[in-house]
């Protein structure tokens, strides 16, 4: 792990790794992040590296070594570094543990009614091998582990869920999660590519079974990529659904050996060029400390929703800070306000974006309490009408 600089968060940081900031307010980080100085530094280094591809094999470093990134990761997730491997995206991620669960007719899942799309599309597909999809109603888009809870049934193999949910910033109790599902023998798979970068997360602690998260999001990488955690434990109940080049370690009379841990899903080669940036972001990240990023983002996702609820509009996300990330979701009452409203932030120099639950923002650690004044002296000036 990198060494910490004491007493200076991703803030300090600020003017040299993202110049952006200079001239916007960045804070939709919950859709894609601006890379920092240093990993677009690694993008030109792997373009210069490919540009000069018969040095890779004149030195004898032909493919890329994931030790180091997966000794960072570990550090990052507090766990071993061989439990940590690499898929193209989140969403291939839940597709590859879901068609892994050898599933007998009548089985069940069970994922929240208002969850991300990705994560419902990956087991519906288990329809046509008898599999139930137990979508469980949250009416107010926020997650209610009793209901959730409540839905299981003796059939149920899994519980697939997001870590925080992309519309309205909801937090859920991993460790909870991770405690039900393990006293009942049924398998928790968690989306975390809305926290892992901004919120830390012990999977050890939590008892997660599978948590798989893209990289360009809160991390600060770009798409390509996703980081696949499995327990150990689980590993002798999921059998991969395709074998390539690199995740069969040897096989005999068609019955393929898998590779050790997650990398029986790495089937082909892996993303070069994203690996190269999220091994930067993840120094970045790392030398700060998550913890300190965490802090610095509650305060200002605290502040922007106490003075949001003074301006009148719709808070949509929880007023409970310990169901909050790094996600703050309000609104007008109406999409197309709401939508003009987002053009009108953009014309300011301020970016944001639309989901279902309204105007989302979501700041990250090199945001500053003036980039938060800047937006609520915005949403102050713009005085769009709210309805009742």
């Known amino acids: 792990m ?4 004491v007493g200076r968060g991703l803030e300090a940081y600020r003017e040299i790794e993202f110049p952006l900031s200079k001239e916007w307010v960045y804070l939709n980080h919950a859709a894609s992040s601006p890379l920092p100085r240093r990993c677009y530094d690694a993008l030109c280094q792997y373009g210069e590296a490919r540009v000069r591809r018969s040095e890779a094999y004149a030195n004898g470093n032909i493919d890329y070594d994931i030790t180091h990134i997966r000794t960072r990761l570990g550090d990052l997730l507090n766990c071993d570094a061989n439990d940590v491997g690499f898929v193209p995206s989140t969403c291939d991620g839940l597709a590859a543990i879901a068609n892994s669960v050898d599933w007998r007719p009548g089985d069940n899942v069970v994922i929240p009614e208002c969850d991300f799309q990705g994560v419902h599309h990956a087991w519906l597909n288990l329809a046509r091998r008898g599999v139930e999809v137990r979508s469980v109603r949250m009416p107010n888009g926020f997650v209610e582990m ?3 809870f409540a839905s299981v049934t003796s059939k149920t193999r899994a519980i697939s869920i997001s870590h925080v949910q992309m519309h309205n910033g909801f937090k859920i109790d991993i460790g909870a999660l991770g405690q039900f599902c393990r006293e009942r023998g049924i398998l928790s798979v968690v989306d975390a590519i ?7 997360i012990d999977v050890t602690a939590a008892n997660i079974d599978v948590l798989v998260f893209g990289a360009y999001k809160f991390l600060m990488g770009i798409p390509g990529i996703a ?5 150990r434990r689980v590993l002798d109940q999921l ?4 074998g390539g080049k690199l995740n069969v370690a040897f096989s005999e009379s068609g019955a393929p050996t898998w590779a050790d841990g997650p990398l029986r899903y790495q089937v082909g080669s892996l993303n070069e060029a994203a690996l190269w940036v999220l091994d930067r972001s993840l120094d970045l ?3 700060v400390g998550v913890d300190e990023i965490k802090s610095h983002v509650s305060s200002l996702v605290n502040r922007l929703d106490r003075e ?10 929880s007023e409970d800070p310990q169901y909050r990330c790094a996600i703050l979701a309000f609104t007008s009452g109406s999409d197309s ?3 003009t409203m987002l053009r009108m932030l953009c014309q300011r120099g301020i970016i944001a974006s639309c989901k279902s639950a309204g105007i989302r923002i979501s700041p990250h650690g090199y945001n500053s309490v003036s980039d938060v004044e800047k937006f609520l002296d915005a949403v102050s000036d713009l005085k769009f009408p709210v309805r009742s």
């Open 146 to 148: 009793d209901a959730l």
């Open 194 to 200: 809305q926290s892992v970068g901004v919120e830390p």
């Open 285 to 287: 990240l790392l030398t």
């Open 239 to 242: 059998h991969p659904d395709r």
């Open 308 to 317: 949001l609820r003074k301006v009148g509009v719709q808070v949509t996300s």
């Open 2 to 5: 990198g060494s910490r600089i």
């Open 227 to 231: 980081v696949l955690y499995i327990n």
């Open 337 to 339: 306000t709401d939508q």
